[in-house]
């Protein structure tokens, strides 16, 4: 497009680089990871992978005389990852996760749906663009409180490659009039300047409640604001929006009707299969021994969230901890009754090697650690998916009525 012949007549107006280095170079990858760059922006851009190419020509060199610079793709892939165009700037991304699909166990029905969603369009983007019909690009994420929906999110960031913006439902609500609304333009507006982007809202029911049941109007200006900006077709080309919510039956129905968030996923509790996978992919950092058996402690889990299982390994891992610690006090005290010879002291030895959870010390975590979830919960997260699933095809007063609703206030 437009950003890749502007990159190539900025490449070849610079002298320092030679002509043989332009065709070689990735020019559609680079156009693609540039969306929302300025000129200014594309200039800097060239500039700062020129200065990598600079670098490297003189420490192979070894002097400092003017040479002819050959550009390659790792030069600009370094520029990128070190630039952030003028829109962008003050706009906070959440850089935090290093999560990818592997470190997610089960849940492989809805990490299918996010890669057909969220990744594709960025991957393929010119079977996408020359779709007659608009792509979902809204989801919301509902299941218990443990069973990884922002997980699943903040995987989607490295997976996905796209910019992600994180935001807590409580907090662009506002006591003043008209803020809480401003905040959520900004949010939108933000997005729009960083696509691609996805723009994460979570515990969304308490930033878009059903209309009706606020004493203060804020949230109903709230949902308001969100229908305006997801009915937007143009406004939200490049952003997906995804939601995470554990009751999606408090949440406003306009919002989940058709070309909004449209796509509605269920994070279930997890399957035997399901905690097997979940322990595999959560203890690939931590040093077992070989008489850990994983599948045992699936069978002994059953109605355990993904984080209650992470809970387990946590504890298993700080009983092992406090093993190596117990051998380093008893190796102090000997030690310490050692004479000593001369000038030479006697020193305690440091453990060196990392703490090796053994099945014991899962055993003993099983029986120190329960589910988050009692089976009264379970049974109430139960009946409330099967009447949000219900009521899906219409939503009658019986379905707003029946369920307590609860307020949300500035």
């Known amino acids: 497009g437009d950003r890749l012949d502007i990159l190539k007549s900025i490449v070849s107006q610079r002298s320092a680089v030679t002509t043989d280095s332009i065709v070689p170079l990735n020019w559609s990858k680079m156009a693609g990871r540039s969306e929302g760059y300025v000129m200014q922006d594309l200039v800097d ?39 952030v165009p003028l829109l962008q700037r003050g706009v906070e991304f959440y ?7 592997d470190d997610v166990g089960g849940l492989s029905d809805v990490k299918k749906i996010l890669i057909e969603v969220l990744q594709w369009p960025s991957q393929y983007p010119e079977i996408f663009e020359n779709a007659p019909l608009r792509v979902q690009s809204g989801l919301l994420l509902y ?13 989607v960031a490295k997976e996905c490659g796209l910019k992600f913006i994180s935001i807590k439902g409580p907090e662009l609500l506002s ?54 900006q997801l009915d937007g077709v143009e406004s939200l080309h490049g952003v997906s929006v995804v939601a995470a919510t554990s ?21 279930p509790l997890p399957d035997r299969d399901d905690r097997l996978s979940i322990l595999q992919a959560l203890s690939h950092k931590l040093v077992l021994s070989d008489d850990v058996n994983f599948g045992e402690v699936a069978d002994e889990t059953e109605g355990f969230t993904g984080a ?101 206030l500035a």
């Open 45 to 83: 851009l060239v500039d700062k992978a020129i200065f990598q190419a600079c670098k490297k020509a003189v420490s192979a060199e070894g002097h400092t005389e003017a040479v002819s610079l050959e550009l390659d793709n790792s030069d600009f892939e370094e520029a990128l990852n070190n630039s």
């Open 175 to 228: 006591k003043y009039i008209g803020a809480s609304e401003e905040a959520v333009r900004n949010v939108f507006q933000k997005a729009q300047s960083a696509k691609p982007c996805v723009l994460f809202f979570d515990e969304f029911d308490s930033l878009a409640p059903r209309r009706g049941h606020d004493s203060t109007g804020v949230t109903d200006r709230v949902v308001n604001q969100l229908l305006t």
């Open 143 to 155: 299941g218990a409180p443990g069973t990884g929906k922002t997980l699943l999110a903040s995987a």
């Open 308 to 408: 209650d299982l992470q809970a387990v390994l946590y504890t298993a891992l700080l009983q092992a901890v406090e093993r190596n610690v117990a051998l380093c006090d008893v190796d102090s005290e000997d030690v310490k009754q050692e004479p000593v010879i001369g000038d030479v002291r006697a020193k305690p030895e440091k453990v060196t090697s990392g703490p090796v959870v053994t099945q014991a010390n899962l055993k003993a975590a099983l029986k120190d650690t329960k589910p988050s979830l009692s089976d009264t919960e379970k049974l109430r997260y139960h009946l409330i998916y099967a009447k949000f699933e219900r009521s899906r095809g219409g939503t009658s007063a019986e379905d707003v009525t029946a369920m307590p609703q609860r307020a949300t």
């Open 247 to 267: 009751r999606p039956d408090l949440i406003d129905p306009a919002l989940l009707r058709p070309g909004r968030l449209d796509r509605i996923i269920k994070c």
């Open 95 to 101: 850089h935090g996760s290093s999560h990818s699909w």
